[in-house]
Each structure stands twice: as C-alpha cells, then as structure tokens.
C-alpha cells in the first residue's frame, strides 16, 4: 500500500491515509472475530467450516472488485476527473 499511496496520495495526506489503510486490517479483526463465533455456533455449511466458506467468499469479491476499481496511477484510471488527476500528480510532482 505505501507505493500506491506514494503514486496516489499528497505528501502531506500521505501518512493519514497510510495510517486508515493500516487501521481497517485491526478493525477487520475486531468485526471478524465475533462474526466467526457467531458462524461457527450455527447451522451454516457445518458449523465451524462456515468461516473459511464466508470469509473466502468475502475475499474473493473483495478481489473483483479491488481489481475492477483500482488502477496504478491516476492518469491510468479511466474514471477520474481531469482536475482530480490534475490535483494529484501536481502534489505529488514530476515522477522520473
């Protein structure tokens, strides 16, 4: 994340977005940990086999998506708008 952050971010936003990055694994763990409780005292795909089959499915259209949405540099994303571009690699400056 620190070399998309480096191709996406301003420098002075940098260490605040790295730091939200970091902080959603942490709160993934807090919200994932009950959910497995919950998951394995049910019914569903056999109980406790239950949180591989939903957090795997959970991964893998996070994957989708992750991969439809999120391009390398701003001037390779399509959807962008030209100011948005304009303001990030102008913060950013001149990549050699």
Excluded at 12 to 34: H, I, N
Excluded at 38 to 61: E, H
Excluded at 73 to 87: C, F, K, L
């Amino acid at each position: 994340m620190h070399a998309m952050w480096g191709d996406w971010a301003p420098v002075w936003e940098r260490s605040k977005l790295a730091a939200f990055t970091y902080a959603g694994a942490q709160l993934g763990t807090v919200f994932s940990l009950p959910i497995s409780g919950y998951l394995c005292d049910s019914d569903i795909a056999g109980g406790w086999p239950s949180v591989f089959y939903v957090f795997g499915a959970v991964g893998c259209v996070w994957f989708v998506v992750w991969m439809a949405f999120t391009h390398n540099t701003p001037a390779d994303h399509p959807r962008i708008s030209t100011s948005e571009r304009d303001y990030i690699e102008h913060s950013i400056g001149k990549k050699e």
